[in-house]
């Protein structure tokens, strides 16, 4: 499973609307990068705290905001390198935020094993960003879109995530379920809600290791019909 160009460009145009009143009142892409981040270090803030409820709303609140800027951009004509730059990151430094913020809530919270998941996330994540970056800057992508490659691209985490910070903070921070030392998560019992955002964790982990492959095997790919299109002497005087 895969997220199309076609379907990034399909839920982008549904915020075009926003991104164009936003530009009407006075904000350019730069500032809705910026505000973006803002939000997202707030909810950070908010997960360091054992928040978890409001915090996911707030961290998928300041992720739409990625989808706001690079619209208004292209809606205006003011796409530029310096303008994807800074979009990319700040992307990277609010998803860092976040992930430092859970480590720091999960590790008040008393588990061993949930701020490692947190960590193993963050990782993942990053890896999966720096596939894209240097396959691109190394000029395998082009008429391919790595973006599109791989089951968990940066919206697909962000979901994930929320939906497990969401489910954590509905589930509460006082209710524990019985498992004799799993993964452990508090010892004789667990948090439920710890529990729940651990395994949004994993999958986060398991999915972007995958996205990971998937990219390298996507590389590999390209080089070697490269390589063979190089290799194939010209037909023809």
Excluded at 21 to 38: E, K, N, Q, S, V
Excluded at 56 to 85: C, E, H, N, Q, Y
Aim: hydrophobic residues 50%.
């Amino acid at each position: 499973m895969t997220i199309s160009n076609e379907s990034r460009a399909r839920v982008k145009g549904i915020f075009e609307p926003i991104a164009l009143a936003m530009g009407r009142a006075g904000l350019t892409p730069d500032a809705l990068t910026l505000i973006g981040f803002g939000i997202t270090v707030i909810g950070a803030i908010l997960l360091s705290q054992q928040l978890w409820l409001a915090g996911g709303i707030v961290v998928f609140v300041g992720g739409v905001f990625d989808m706001f800027d690079g619209t208004l951009a292209r809606a205006t004509g003011k796409v530029s390198p310096l303008g994807a730059f800074m979009d990319s990151v700040f992307d990277r430094w609010g998803e860092a935020a976040v992930y430092i913020g859970l480590i720091a809530g999960l590790g008040a919270s008393g588990s061993a094993m949930a701020p490692v998941l947190a960590a193993a996330a963050m990782g993942g994540a990053f890896m999966v960003s720096y596939a894209r970056a240097k396959a691109e800057g190394l000029g395998f992508s082009p008429g391919t879109g790595m973006a599109a490659v791989g089951v968990m691209p940066r919206e697909v985490r962000l979901v994930i995530l929320t939906l497990g910070l969401v489910g954590g903070g509905i589930a509460g921070t006082t209710t524990t379920v019985a498992a004799e030392g799993i993964l452990g998560l508090g010892g004789p019992t667990i948090l439920l809600g710890i529990l729940v955002i651990s395994v949004s964790l994993a999958v986060v982990t398991i999915g972007a290791t995958i996205t990971v492959i998937q990219r390298i095997v996507h590389v590999r790919r390209q080089a070697k019909h490269q390589s063979t299109s190089d290799a194939t002497p010209p037909i023809g005087g």
